[in-house]
């Protein structure tokens, strides 16, 4: 199994710019988790799936960010518009069944806001 | 506010010395403690704990629980430089939607 697969692994954009990031889960996984990582704040669960369907999206910072899950194999998180303050690495992850089940994290994709 | 400590923050050590860390969690219906290993990418589960007072074992690393205190403990015995890494501690609540909650993480540097 390839693992979960997030693209793009690196981006740089302008203050302002829409980004959205892309995520693949383990095949066969119900549950697709978003996080961000900083230094500050460290971990924080952004959004959670299970069966497609968001579960908790109550870590969302603001509604500059949306995520989707159109299907099963494939996630989107975008932030429309991106600030300064949203650089971060953005890790994606999936699991069997749910929060309670070990999650696989994808590499992640670091996102610098200029 | 649910809340997860984890101490030290940083900690650097020699090879072959045995290291704790220490994860304390204030939550609202805990139901189960996780940790995870994150070296230079995406964080790698370790061990998931949900009773008191049983350990968890893999080679080297151990981990127990202690729900009547509300911490957990990782230990490192023998360590290599290959355990060089942010070890993070995380809880699982339950409730109306689960969620999971994080600790800032403890940094270890294993020296040869």
């Known amino acids: 199994d390839a693992g979960v697969i997030q693209s793009p692994r690196h981006e740089v954009t302008e203050m302002g710019q829409e980004v959205t990031l892309r995520c693949k889960p383990i095949s066969g996984h119900n549950s697709l988790f978003w996080y961000r990582q900083t230094m500050m704040r460290g971990l924080e669960l952004l959004i959670y799936?299970?069966?497609?369907?968001?579960?908790?999206d109550s870590g969302m910072p603001e509604d500059r960010f949306s995520a989707k899950m159109p299907n099963a194999s494939f996630s989107t998180l975008k932030i429309q518009p991106s600030e300064p303050r949203d650089s971060a690495v953005y890790f994606c992850a999936s699991s069997l069944g749910g929060v309670a089940d070990t999650q696989y994290f994808g590499p992640g994709t670091r996102l610098t806001v200029l | 506010e649910d809340k997860v400590v984890q101490s030290p923050l940083s900690l650097v050590v020699h090879e072959g010395d045995t290291v704790t860390l220490n994860c304390s969690y204030e939550?609202?219906?805990?139901?189960?403690l996780l940790w995870y290993k994150q070296e230079k990418k995406a964080p790698t589960f370790l061990f998931m704990l949900?009773?008191?007072?049983i350990e968890k074992k893999s080679g080297r690393l151990s981990s127990i629980l202690d729900k009547k205190e509300l911490f957990s403990i990782l230990n490192i015995t023998a360590t290599q430089t290959g355990d060089s890494a942010v070890y993070l501690c995380a809880v699982i609540t339950q409730g109306g939607s689960e969620k999971l909650v994080f600790g800032k993480g403890t940094k270890l540097t294993v020296n040869p």
């Open positions: 799936f299970n069966n497609n369907v968001p579960i908790d």
């Open positions: 949900t009773s008191s007072g």
């Open positions: 939550v609202t219906n805990f139901r189960s």
